[in-house]
């Protein structure tokens, strides 16, 4: 019997192979037995599925399975995304969300997320006891017709998408947006969000909102070499002040400024801390992961916010956001939450709140990430993903323990942090804020320097040392957990910077 096993978010397989009728039972069938447990109280779940193959039979192999337990669902009629189903969750005031998604993942894979009561990830705990709640064998229970299971009332459809969009116009000054001058666009990359915004900004320059279920052969990750179509599309018109991009489940963000280059989720965080404290005057904790610029612990410092670093995964950022009081909190994948929602990742409420600041502002995107360098300095990150063998993922990883690299190249290692991976902390080579280019984390030969005009407020450098303007130079090993893949992430003052480091601690490490 295929062992079912969840990762960091939620169960995810090929459709037809791993990901089939059969074990989708089992994985039901293990929610219901945790919710009887745990929740007899209320056993109720919102449930709903995203654009992918075959996404509504198993939503509905999922309904019939939580009827015959007893446990009555609200299902979603057509797709949503992952945010939709966790504020539903919360405003049908459900024991738990359920949505079939695989998130970015390519198109021959489906999945299964859960969705806790307060609209978030469900806990590592919840998610271990449903793990461990899977019968090891086949179902056999026997199956109610849904319209069936809709007149006797244990399946009421509801509309998440019209709940989703009443939120976002209570929430946002859509009028300023769309009264701004400015001109956005968004590539659903064939996903989850494509209703929503075509229903808020049919004026916008849309690309991919057709439903699409292979997603045209490409996995639907919002990351830049995914998105040359949108980039070459901003580049030819001219005229997008900005490009938003989500995922297949519409939870994480890509963002493109108005000549075309990718501003990577660092800067995204950034300018939501710079937004939402110095603009809008809200305070609360900033939370990032391991992975992502030291400039966030320098943001932070500056406005006098707390800061954490967490474990690589949004559920350590969610079980903070839940108990205490979080301003951003985000993680370099793209996944980001603020203060006034769900704690939940959501692409689409990250976009609006960066296109309401545009407008709100008058400035470009640029200008604004000008600000922000005006406070920390300007940097560049770097990643790359070393597919090797078992073994020697395995070796290196000995070597990291064992504190046997003390040097990459002509880089000198100061410290080590093993919080989540190995993150080498690199002697500085002290490069001025001054002199750092304005690099927003593309390629070297599209990066360049913004002379746009500074807010006055944040032109001053606020209580920020020489040394902590300076970018900060460190690289970070990580293993993945399912894969004999090294992921290795880099941060430096300039894209060719953080490049090389990456290139002289693959050279290190392989050799």
């Excluded at 509309?159 to 009264?179: C, G, Q």
């Excluded at 989720?265 to 404290?277: E, T």
């Excluded at 750092?436 to 990066?447: D, K, L, T, Y």
């Excluded at 020489?466 to 880099?490: D, N």
Aim: proline share 3%; net charge negative; glycine share 8%.
């Amino acid at each position: 019997m295929y062992q079912i096993k969840f990762g960091t978010d939620g169960w995810r397989g090929i459709i037809a192979a791993e990901f089939n009728v059969d074990n989708v039972k089992r994985v039901a069938q293990g929610t219901a037995e945790y919710l009887k447990q745990n929740h007899a109280d209320n056993l109720s779940i919102v449930l709903g599925h995203d654009c992918r193959f075959a996404g509504e039979l198993f939503a509905e192999t999922v309904a019939q399975i939580m009827c015959a337990n007893g446990i009555k669902v609200k299902l979603a009629k057509g797709f949503v995304s992952t945010p939709m189903i966790s504020l539903g969750a919360v405003k049908h005031s459900a024991a738990l969300g359920v949505i079939i998604t695989a998130s970015h993942n390519p198109p021959a894979y489906s999945g299964y997320k859960l969705k806790a009561h307060y609209g978030g990830p469900s806990s590592p705990a919840v998610i271990d006891a449903v793990e461990a709640a899977i019968p090891n064998h086949l179902v056999e229970t026997a199956l109610t017709p849904i319209d069936e299971l809709v007149k006797s009332g244990m399946v009421t459809y509801v509309d998440l998408e019209t709940l989703y969009i009443d939120e976002v116009k209570a929430s946002f000054d859509l009028a300023a947006i769309k009264n701004s001058g400015m001109k956005f666009g968004y590539d659903a990359m064939y996903g989850a969000g494509q209703n929503v915004m075509k229903a808020l900004f049919p004026e916008a320059f849309l690309l991919h909102c057709e439903y699409n279920p292979s997603f045209y052969g490409q996995a639907p990750e919002p990351i830049h070499k995914n998105l040359a179509e949108f980039s070459a599309a901003i580049k030819q018109r001219g005229d997008i002040d900005c490009g938003l991009v989500t995922d297949g489940d519409a939870d994480r963000i890509g963002l493109y400024n108005k000549k075309g280059e990718f501003v990577d989720s660092h800067h995204i965080i950034l300018l939501l801390v710079h937004y939402l404290h110095k603009y809008k005057g809200m305070s609360g904790k900033v939370i990032t992961t391991f992975s992502a610029t030291s400039k966030i612990t320098a943001l932070a410092k500056a406005y006098g916010l707390d800061i954490e670093i967490t474990k690589i995964g949004f559920k350590y950022i969610c079980e903070k956001m839940v108990t205490e009081n979080v301003l951003v909190g985000g993680e370099e994948s793209g996944g980001i939450a603020i203060k006034g929602f769900i704690p939940e990742r959501d692409g689409i409420w990250i976009g609006l709140t960066l296109w309401e600041f545009m407008a709100k502002t008058g400035k470009s995107l640029d200008d604004l990430i000008k600000e922000v360098y005006e406070v920390v300095g300007s940097f560049a990150m770097g990643r790359i993903d070393l597919h090797i063998t078992e073994e020697i993922k395995q070796n290196v990883l000995a070597n990291c323990k064992a504190g046997k690299y003390t040097t990459f190249g002509n880089y000198t290692i100061e410290k080590v942090e093993d919080l989540d991976g190995f993150k080498f902390h690199l002697k500085n080579n002290d490069v001025s804020h001054s002199e750092s280019s304005a690099n927003i984390g593309v390629s070297h030969s599209e990066a360049s320097a913004n002379n746009g005009v500074l807010h006055s407020e944040a032109s001053a450098n606020i209580g920020v040392s020489h040394s902590e303007a300076s970018a900060k130079e460190w690289v970070m090993i990580r293993a993945s957990g399912t894969e004999p893949v090294l992921r290795v992430y880099s941060e430096s003052s300039t894209q060719d910077k953080a490049e090389a480091i990456l290139q002289a601690c693959k050279n290190t490490i392989l050799a």
